[in-house]
């Protein structure tokens, strides 16, 4: 079900938070304990949770785009630089539904398995014209651009784990990832002429990608008020996007980044609790997205396809996450986060992350959960991100300059039944 949906970028591809409550407070839950969708972020936390099962779904609203500047050279192709034609263009596709599951199980008091499947941010843009149209060569059709343009990854996860209490302070999880991506391209002709396999560049429809990974986590209560949280998750590694060998680097590598945890959670008083969270998604480990894009396009040149081929300049992000849960009543409690990101890459790459714009790096949210029967809980939370802007240009566009954008509001629901 997650892959048929189109997910859209949050910190760089990965969602803030997974699931309502986590998502309520920005993510920041790798100390807490409150529900089965923070086994995705520190399995550790599973033990914690109890006989339980949780599910929902998300309503997805991104807007995203970019603008390129009327401030061109007048001397095109073949003497000038190319550009992209002056104008706003903004992605279609605005309104998405992203479901998730997780269940627990207690096989005794000190340990329990569980099952989570869940996705991650994506990338997908979908631009109603030819946006490359005028970096093709006329005297050879294969290179001039269709429409639409754009990308579209999609990413799932299905993660089983195993947590255990070491002790009465300290727990531990492990959770094997099966991950299943898929991707498309389109629009992107004018490239094949520099790519190690022209036809498999663009327009190819999907292809599948599988692979996996690990992560691993620990929980401890340090005080009765005091609680920290540490995970880390292995770079998934993925079958290769045969389809799209000519077009990403090492001949369709696209490996998931590994990730790193840090939590801490500390009770102001019995009924609040503050959460903070650091979370570093290491982009550079994977050359598709980390290799340099801002590299000049010459006649006989092979830039795509090949172990140093472009990518899309990605740097590592580092991510900072506040939370707070009042447990006002044993009717409501309120949930509220915001979230900070770096850039994930400059604006001198802006020429390929037209087709993946993800430049939003801040996250407001809140969110409640409330009983409807003595084992089964309602739980929503909404986000807000923040229209961000990255004005750059790029070597082959020459004085041209213009700037990417994207903002984001989501709505999720979610049931908790306990057994």
Known sequence: MLLSSNLYATNGYFSHGYGAKSK??????????????????????????????DY????FAPSRGFTANNDASPIGPPNGPASIPAGTYDSTNDLFVIPHFGYNYMLDD???????????????TEYDSAVFRNFGNPMMPSSMASSPTGIDLMQMFIGVTYSRKINAQHSVGITPILAIQAFEAQGLQPFTMFSRHPSNVTNNGHDLSYGGGVRIGWLGKITDTLSLGASYQTKLLMSEFDDYKGLFAEEGNFDIPATFNLGLAYKVIPAVTLAFDYQRIQYSGVKSMSNASDVIFMPRQTLLGTDD????????????????????????????????????????QGLFNTLAPAVVRS???????????????LNLAFSYMPNEELDGSNPNTGP???????SQYELVFGIGMKF
Request: aromatic content about 12%.
């Open 24 to 53: 309520s407070m920005a993510g920041a839950c790798t100390a807490m304990t409150v529900g089965t969708m923070c086994a995705a972020i520190n399995p550790a936390s599973l033990v914690h949770s109890g006989n339980r099962m």
């Open 56 to 59: 929902g779904f998300a309503l």
């Open 110 to 124: 000190q340990s329990s398995i569980g099952v989570a499947v869940y996705g991650n941010g994506g990338m997908n």
């Open 309 to 348: 081929g472009l990518g899309f300049g990605w740097e590592d992000v580092n991510i900072y996450k506040f939370g707070v849960q009042w447990e006002y009543s044993p009717k409501l409690t309120l949930r509220a986060g915001y979230s900070h990101a770096d850039e994930a890459f400059t604006g001198t």
């Open 363 to 377: 996250h407001y949210s809140f969110g409640f959960t409330t009983p409807i029967s003595d084992s089964m809980e």
């Open 400 to 406: 041209q300059s213009g700037y990417l954008e994207m």
